[in-house]
């Protein structure tokens, strides 16, 4: 009665991994539980999740083949449009989120544009944008940009109102930390930077002033909401946007905290199920609205057999 935080299956939303092909199901090694999954898969894993509460997913859509100008990222029929897709069409209810980025899909892993061996941020929103109008083709909800280069969310909203998407929101990685709890998304994803790292494009974990900066850039561009990531190491800055923006503010807790968790759970070092319920309710009483976790499927199912 006088707890003044809730955590509920309607605020999580489950990532998804997606590849092509039909019936595929591979498990990934460095995050226990999830696996990548074909289109078809994808959506069935999407009708799990909202069966069991989930209202929406956040879909990463995997290469064919890389190249230096990402092309698989905007290649209609690419595996992540084809799961956008196969998802509406499965559950049309379901809140498909799809990331933006061009990492996963070039071949030397940065999340832009190289020009003369430097990542060219305006070079770069050409491309984000275009990626960004091939998942609203493919009819996604929103899209989620996690590149980090300024001025994107300004380039795909006029992107994607352009071609006539203006019903199709931006969630937007506002304050992304060029964090190492990113590794084992990175081997999911295949995304590790082939050369130097990400930390001219994404922050230093030590500002955060500079965050609520980012936020307020993106909220001015037009981000329908924003998003802190990691969430667990940076609670102070989820706090610190929710009080400073009225969009609704999301935070990620992002593989390496799944990870950390799964690990020491396989161990007996901790009870998994009331340390992943307490990170993800300490998430929630920093303030964030929502919350993007690899338990949300897991998560839903404690929080049902909670209160039945
Ligand atoms: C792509 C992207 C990354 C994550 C989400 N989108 C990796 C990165 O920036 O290297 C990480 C998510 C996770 O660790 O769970 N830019």
């Known amino acids: 009665m006088v707890r003044e935080t809730h955590l509920s299956s309607d605020q999580l939303i489950l990532p998804l991994f997606v590849v092509s092909g039909q019936g595929v199901t591979q498990p990934i090694d460095a995050l226990p539980g999830q696996s990548r ?27 064919d083949e890389k190249d230096e100008i990402a092309s698989d990222a905007y290649r209609e029929g690419a595996p992540g449009q084809q799961a956008i897709a196969a998802i509406k069409a499965a559950v049309p ?89 990113y590794g084992p998304f990175r081997e999911a994803a295949g995304s590790a930077p082939g050369f130097g790292d990400r930390r001219g494009y994404q922050m230093d974990p030590a500002n955060s002033r500079e ?18 990531k990691p969430a667990g190491p940076y609670l102070d800055v989820i706090a610190a946007a929710s009080e400073a ?46 919350i993007i976790t690899y338990y949300a499927q897991q998560v839903a199912g404690w929080l049902t057999e909670e209160s039945s």
């Open 37 to 63: 999954l074909s289109p078809d898969r994808a959506a069935e894993a999407a009708e799990r999740a909202y069966g069991a509460g989930v209202p929406a997913v956040l879909l990463f859509g995997l290469a």
């Open 93 to 181: 209810e379901m809140v498909v989120i799809s990331d933006v980025c061009l990492c996963a899909f070039t071949d030397h892993g940065h999340c832009g544009v190289i020009v003369d061996g430097d990542v060219d941020n305006d070079a770069s929103l050409e491309l984000i944008t275009r990626t960004a109008v091939s998942h609203a083709e493919a009819g996604v909800d929103l899209v989620a940009p996690s590149d980090m280069m300024d001025g994107r969310v300004a380039a795909i909203r006029e992107g994607l109102d352009d071609h006539g998407f203006t019903g199709v929101g931006i969630l937007s990685y506002a304050a992304k930390y060029a964090s190492a709890f």
């Open 211 to 228: 965050a609520q900066r980012e936020i307020a850039q993106d909220v001015a561009e037009g981000a329908d909401l924003i998003m802190v």
């Open 245 to 290: 923006v009225d969009v609704p503010v999301v935070a990620y807790q992002v593989s390496g905290e799944y990870g950390m968790l799964k690990a020491a759970a396989e161990r007996g070092w901790l009870d998994e199920r009331s340390a992943a319920l307490e990170t993800l309710t300490a998430i929630r009483r920093a303030g964030a609205d929502l």
